[in-house]
């Protein structure tokens, strides 16, 4: 099982928001975000899975925090495919752990960064319950084909935030618009947000953008 941060909240927990962290990365890369979000949403519950340490073939096969092997960053011709159904497979054990203490799963947001966007993608997608949305921030849809083989109809009206900057240098902001225009022509519910200038980061606006997004999605409740 993976481990993970957890940020409780600080009062009644009806909701709880899963982000995912990018390559080289861990949990608690992520977990400060939860500081400034909990004033607006008290009643949720965030936890920041930390990504399995192994070998990854674009850094010189040096092992690190990473969900799934990458070859390339800009040929996609080859992707690895087991390991991304690997980790996909352990945050779907995570969610259903959510689920079975007592949070619906339409009140449950899966979400990421970068790498961490992608397995969101690829999970949110083919999850067999409905979630409140999803969010993808500096990412794209790995192994699109089978990921778009293996999407339910139960969550094709799911929210999704999608997040990129203009001056992306790691994942192209192209590629992020080609995730979301595929997922449009798809009838999914996509909100895209653009960042002018922004490199393979988040910013203020972005960060205030997925505030008003999550508390849409899911709203405190009386």
Request: net charge negative; hydrophobic share 35%; glycine share 8%.
């Amino acid at each position: 099982m993976l481990k993970f941060v957890t940020k409780a909240a600080p009062k009644a927990h009806t909701a709880t928001v899963v982000f995912l962290h990018g390559l080289g990365d861990s949990g608690h890369g992520w977990a400060p975000i939860a500081d400034s979000l909990e004033k607006h949403l008290p009643h949720v519950k965030f936890i920041f899975p930390h990504a399995p340490v192994q070998p990854v073939t674009l850094n010189y096969g040096m092992e690190m925090n990473s969900w799934y092997d990458i070859y390339s960053l800009k040929d996609r011709t080859k992707q690895d495919e087991k390991g991304v159904l690997e980790s996909v497979d352990k945050i779907k054990k995570l969610l259903n752990e959510e689920i079975s203490s007592g949070i619906s799963s339409d009140r449950i947001v899966l979400g990421g960064f970068s790498q961490g966007a992608a397995i969101s993608y690829t999970t949110g997608l083919s999850f067999e319950s409905k979630l409140a949305g999803i969010v993808a921030l500096s990412g794209y849809i790995p192994i699109d084909k089978k990921t778009m083989e293996l999407a339910t109809e139960i969550n094709k009206s799911t929210k999704i935030f999608i997040g990129h900057g203009t001056s992306d240098t790691v994942v192209d902001y192209e590629l992020g618009v080609e995730s979301a225009e595929e997922l449009k022509k798809m009838s999914y519910n996509v909100e895209f947000n653009s960042y002018e200038g922004l490199d393979h980061s988040s910013c203020l606006q972005e960060l205030s953008d997925l505030t008003r997004f999550l508390t849409s999605v899911i709203p405190e409740t009386k």
